[in-house]
């Protein structure tokens, strides 16, 4: 211990502690600073549950090649009550629990996954 009462160790175990809790927040925070801007869209509600939308843009168009004739209005009206205050994951969890699921190239993905999906593609 030291004449001010706090030993190297501890120093150097506290600084490491908020390095790596600075370099936590600057991980969290400058992503959605400087992340993929996209444009505006009615829709926008909706697809902030999305984590990856380019992803989501490619199963949604290989979801829409076998789904028949949709529109986004007719999506997201369908959507809006799906997910009300819920999150997506919250969503999918139901439909897993429900049997509510769908094949899209041999994985199968809960509804309102796929349906938001469909969405994202006939947007982008």
């Not at 490491?16 to 992503?31: N, R, Y």
């Not at 996209?38 to 697809?47: E, N, Q, V």
């Not at 007719?74 to 999918?92: I, N, S």
Request: contains cysteine; positive net charge.
């Amino acid at each position: 211990m030291s004449a001010n009462g706090y030993s190297r160790r501890a120093v150097t175990v506290g600084g490491g502690i908020a390095a790596a809790l600075g370099i936590a927040a600057l991980g969290i925070t400058v992503p959605r600073l400087f992340g993929r801007q996209y444009r505006k869209t009615p829709y926008d509600d909706l697809f902030a549950q999305l984590v990856d939308r380019e992803e989501a843009v490619k199963v949604g168009a290989a979801a829409l090649k076998t789904a028949g004739p949709v529109t986004p209005a007719k999506l997201a009206k369908e959507l809006r009550p799906r997910l009300g205050q819920r999150t997506l994951l919250v969503a999918a969890d139901s439909d897993l629990a429900e049997g509510k699921l769908l094949e899209v190239q041999g994985w199968v993905l809960p509804e309102t996954l796929v349906l938001l999906c469909e969405l994202a593609a006939l947007e982008s």
